[in-house]
T-cell receptor, first 117, second 114 residues
Framework: GAVVSQHPSRVICKSGTSVKIECRSLDFQATTMFWYRQFPKKSLMLMATSNEGSKATYEQGVEKDKFLINHASLTLSTLTVTSAHPEDSSFYIC?????????????FGPGTRLTVL | GQNIDQPTEMTATEGAIVQINCTYQTSGFNGLFWYQQHAGEAPTFLSYNVLDGLEEKGRFSSFLSRSKGYSYLLLKELQMKDSASYLCAVRSWALADSWGKFQFGAGTQVVVTP
């Protein structure tokens, strides 16, 4: 149980285009989802916290108009990188948490490798 | 703010024991987690401590001292498949989420040699 999927796993796009990444909880309802960004050999940096049906809460320094987050259902959250630029190239990981699991830990998706040319 | 420090890399031989230390500074502490992450893959949950003491789970054990802001992950009987990055994550109370949000250390790359 507690499987989280992400799609796509890899995406290459041209500078100026927008890219949407989907995060799905496959076998549980995720009341809260999180989006992280990870640079090579660096820690996961929390970008935003998303509660189903409400606006995402962004961490300091993360542009909400640049990284659009939608959490319309208990099993799906999307991250849209708008007008992507090469500096947005990174590994993006989502995680999901449900109420009721033993430690209320987060379950992570497999990540999406974004390369902006 | 929070600072989470852990060593960058550790090397050990198959069958040996390795201890990965993690120190942290935080306000509103609500648990410390250890995750394992293989390159290019999602982190997977290993252990959780919220009270002081040792939690044992098979070959993996984790220890916490809240007063010292210190935790360690102990890996026993190392196997080649244990070669991975081990992430220390501290959960702290946050307005955005009733259970708090995570801050991760940079990870410790464990290399297991034959």
């Amino acid at each position: 149980g507690a499987v989280v999927s992400q799609h796509p796993s890899r995406v290459i796009c041209k500078s100026g285009t927008s890219v949407k990444i989907e995060c799905r909880s496959l076998d549980f309802q995720a009341t809260t989802m999180f989006w992280y960004r990870q640079f090579p050999k660096k820690s996961l940096m929390l970008m935003a916290t998303s509660n189903e049906g409400s606006k995402a809460t962004y961490e300091q320094g993360v542009e909400k108009d640049k990284f659009l987050i939608n959490h319309a259902s208990l099993t799906l959250s999307t991250l849209t990188v708008t007008s992507a630029h090469p500096e947005d190239s990174s590994f993006y990981i989502c995680s999901a948490r449900s109420s009721g699991n033993k430690y209320n830990e987060q379950f992570f998706g497999p990540g999406t490798r974004l390369t902006v040319l | 703010g929070q600072n989470i420090d852990q060593p960058t890399e550790m090397t050990a031989t198959e069958g040996a024991i390795v201890q990965i230390n993690c120190t942290y500074q935080t306000s509103g502490f609500n648990g410390l987690f250890w995750y394992q992450q293989h390159a290019g893959e999602a982190p997977t949950f290993l252990s959780y401590n919220v009270l002081d003491g040792l939690e044992e789970k098979g070959r993996f054990s984790s220890f916490l001292s809240r007063s010292k802001g210190y935790s360690y992950l102990l890996l026993k009987e190392l196997q080649m498949k244990d070669s991975a990055s081990y992430l220390c994550a501290v959960r702290s109370w946050a307005l955005a989420d009733s259970w708090g949000k995570f801050q991760f250390g940079a990870g410790t790359q464990v290399v297991v040699t034959p």
